[in-house]
């Protein structure tokens, strides 16, 4: 049981790319994990729960590792994608060798100007929650040859080479954009589904501390109304639906990861009264915050 807490056993750390960075400064990490490497043996740290602020996109060559993303178990299977965006909490059951192609970027790198379409492109957008591509025999040929170029690429010290690293990354992405959009049938994109993610991510960014549609239609230059119109239309739940459930994957976090009371975890998602955060949580999840941590746990017995 004490492998599902942070160690603090009140906080979940969350790790840097500079902090695992091989360069210290790169927007762009590139690793192969082979018997030998650093990668091979998986840090200790990764057994405790954790988050990443950065993007981390995996070809996962031979390896059969157990681990967790937020609330969703994966064991890893050989010529398969994995990938998560910053902020999931992830765990890792057991250190098992892993061999593979490691790809990580920051989202300092999506927000450069000649990248901002990638921003909006599936895998990275993710709005089916998923974790994982299945991968037909040309889509591991070209993946792992793209993944590969950008290796030696950040191996080397050529010129232009963070020109060239971005370029190779954004081939990977729109590649892995296609293959998601054939998996999970993504909708089309247009100014209201634009919408709907740039509300999205300011829920992301403000959970805590803003509650109620009208702050994000502020935020957003519209009316609530016309928000909470384009949102339902575009996603069929509500605006406040979409805060509500944000507020209950966070919630959910704190409550396997931490060892937080239902009171301090109300104050850290911005409830005044601790009461009123259980009867919220009852109501959006079906089950009280002390009853989901109990039933939540005994998962990974």
Not at 20 to 28: A, C, K, R, V
Not at 183 to 209: P, V
Not at 244 to 259: P, Q, Y
């Amino acid at each position: 049981m004490d492998t599902l807490t942070a160690p603090e056993k009140s906080a979940i750390p969350t790790y840097s790319l500079q902090q695992n960075s091989t360069t210290g400064s790169s927007m762009i990490e590139v690793r192969e994990a082979v018997p030998g490497s650093m990668e091979f043996v998986l840090d200790p740290a990764f057994l405790i729960p954790h988050r990443k602020d950065y993007y981390l996109f995996v070809l996962v060559k031979k390896g059969n590792n157990r681990h967790w993303i937020d609330f969703m178990p994966y064991t890893l299977k050989p010529d398969t994608f994995y990938f998560t965006v910053p902020q999931q909490v992830h765990l890792k059951e057991y250190a098992e060798p892993v061999e593979g192609i490691i790809t990580c970027f920051t989202d300092e790198f999506l927000q450069l100007e000649e990248n901002q379409t990638l921003k909006r492109l599936p895998i990275i957008q993710n709005p089916a929650g998923a974790h994982e591509l299945l991968l037909k025999e040309q889509d591991v040929s070209f993946v792992e040859d793209v993944m590969r170029k950008m290796l030696v690429e950040f191996n080397t010290d050529g010129s232009w080479r963070n020109q060239m690293l971005s370029s190779w990354l954004r081939v990977l992405v729109i590649y892995l954009s296609r293959l998601y959009t054939e998996q999970f049938s993504e909708t089309c994109f247009t100014l209201n589904y634009c919408l709907l993610k740039s509300f999205q991510a300011l829920i992301g960014e403000h959970y805590a501390t803003q509650h109620d549609v009208a702050a994000y239609a502020e935020k957003l230059n519209i009316t609530p109304g016309h928000l909470t119109e384009v949102i339902k239309q575009q996603s069929g739940k509500t605006a406040i639906a979409h805060i509500h459930n944000r507020l209950i994957v966070e919630a959910k976090r704190l409550l396997l990861h931490t060892d937080l009371s239902a009171k301090q975890i109300a104050n850290e998602l911005g409830f005044e009264d601790a009461a009123y955060f259980n009867r919220f949580f009852k109501r959006i999840a079906g089950i009280t915050p002390v009853s989901f941590r109990a039933q939540i746990r005994e998962m990974y017995k």
